[in-house]
């Protein structure tokens, strides 16, 4: 490890509260980019898990995400491609 405390999200300073309220946030921007419909909880988990696969691609690409307004920006990035995917899944096709 490099001596950083890991939070939730996998970012220093993230704990277990912001990562809920960082997931709701950026699951529902998340839907109300891609014209869903998923519920609070729905929003939650979408969040939290779109952080993750945000997270993810910007250690990819080497951009670094901390604090709150790149982890929501990183969050919300990865529920939507999580979203885009389930649809092209599903074959789904929704404007």
């Known amino acids: 490890m490099d001596g950083h405390v890991y939070g939730a999200l996998g970012q220093p300073g993230v704990?277990?509260?912001?990562a809920i309220v960082i997931g709701a946030l950026a699951?529902?921007?998340a839907e109300r980019f891609m014209n869903s419909n998923?519920?609070?909880l729905g929003n939650i988990v979408l969040g939290?898990?779109?952080g993750?696969?945000?997270?993810?691609l910007a250690a990819q690409f080497h951009i670094p995400i901390?604090?709150?307004w790149r982890n929501l920006i990183s969050a919300?990035?990865?529920?939507v491609i999580i979203i885009a995917v389930v649809r092209a899944?599903?074959?789904e096709r929704r404007y």
């Open 15 to 18: 704990g277990l509260l912001m």
């Open 27 to 29: 699951g529902w921007l």
């Open 38 to 40: 998923m519920g609070l």
């Open 48 to 50: 939290i898990i779109g």
């Open 52 to 56: 993750v696969v945000g997270n993810f």
């Open 66 to 68: 901390f604090g709150f």
């Open 76 to 79: 919300t990035v990865g529920a």
């Open 89 to 91: 899944v599903r074959g």
